[in-house]
């Protein structure tokens, strides 16, 4: 039972010190993701395209489907960001490919400092 609860000590004290983040920008846009002084981003989710209607998330006129997400989005980001204490990124097309065109699109990134 004592290393039952030391374990659970420990991954507390871990969840303690960690800051959590999610942060959306639409198409075009840039976005700096940073940690505070000693901690590194640690991703958990990219998605770039559209899951939401325009009412909600990144308005626009030109939303043709709200079910397109770009396969390697997750994958990008963490290449850009893992491990790093900031980053950039750029929510484009060229950068993520273009999952569903004619849609204005976003990018939704899901983090943790740790």
Known sequence: MASYMTCLLV???CFAQSALGDSIICEGSTMYLACPSGLNLVIGSG?????QG???ICPHQSILTTNCV???STGVVKSLCDGQNQCKLDA???RFGDPCGGTYKYLQVRYACI
């Open 11 to 13: 991954i507390a004290a």
């Open 47 to 51: 998605v770039y395209g559209r899951t």
């Open 54 to 56: 325009g009412d909600i």
């Open 70 to 72: 770009s396969p390697t």
């Open 92 to 94: 484009n097309n060229n």
